[in-house]
């Protein structure tokens, strides 16, 4: 089994999939602060109820993404994690 395939395994099964996505990345236009906040607030509600949200957070460690919210975290508190 290739990497690919083990990523695509645990993507099938994220809690993230479907319209509720979008909630996960910023908006092409510019966001309030507020906005930014509960947009956040809900993605990371999402994640609370997800299966594989650890191997989401290891995944967005390890390529270093850089946007978003992954494994219940922010793009700042992923970058956190990885200067500890």
């Not at 996505?21 to 990371?44: C, H, Q, S, T």
Request: charged share 30%; net charge positive.
């Amino acid at each position: 089994m290739t990497v690919r395939n083990v990523e695509a395994e645990w993507q099938l099964k994220a809690a993230c999939r479907g319209p509720q996505a979008a909630v996960f990345f910023p908006p092409a236009a510019p966001e309030r602060r507020d906005e930014k906040r509960f947009r956040e607030r809900n993605a990371k509600a999402i994640c609370e109820t997800c299966s594989v949200r650890q191997d989401c957070l290891s995944y967005a460690l390890t390529i270093r993404e850089q946007h978003g919210i992954w494994g219940g975290l922010s793009e700042s508190e992923r970058r956190e994690l990885l200067t500890v």
